[in-house]
Nanobody, 127 residues
Framework: QVQLAESGGGSAQAGGSLRLSCAAS????????MGWFRQVPGKEREAVAR???????????DSVKGRFTISLISLDNAQNTFTLEMNSLKSEDTAMYFC?????????????????WGQGTQVTVSS
């Protein structure tokens, strides 16, 4: 399994910005789908954005489209850091954020399709 570690969470005012990073290592397949997910207590984990390694196409959920940006990731680079830039934050963005990896180049929004997860980082947005 891929090892993932998120960092960069914290508190922000509504309208502000935060940048999350996910340090990734242990890749053994040629391609992976990398995703950012979030979860609030009592609710299901939801996909925020995802992309496949070596692919320029990125999917964003409607709730974050135009406000959040993820980095592309290539397994050719020694430094594999997957980022989530969050702008124009809203109170409803408050959640625990996770990065995840799925072996193979096919991406899904279903968190059950991902076998590797980081420990999560909390994001709190106050209005």
């Amino acid at each position: 399994q891929v090892q993932l570690a998120e960092s960069g969470g914290g508190s922000a005012q509504a309208g502000g910005s935060l940048r999350l990073s996910c340090a990734a290592s242990g890749f053994t397949y040629r391609r992976y789908c990398m995703g950012w997910f979030r979860q609030v207590p009592g609710k299901e984990r939801e996909a925020v954005a995802r992309t496949a390694t070596g692919d320029s196409r990125i999917w964003y959920s409607d709730s974050v489209k135009g406000r959040f940006t993820i980095s592309l990731i290539s397994l050719d680079n020694a430094q594999n850091t997957f980022t989530l830039e969050m702008n124009s934050l809203k109170s409803e963005d408050t959640a625990m954020y996770f990065c995840a990896a799925r072996a193979g180049g096919v991406c899904y929004s279903d968190p059950g399709q991902y076998e590797s997860w980081g420990q999560g980082t909390q994001v709190t947005v106050s209005s």
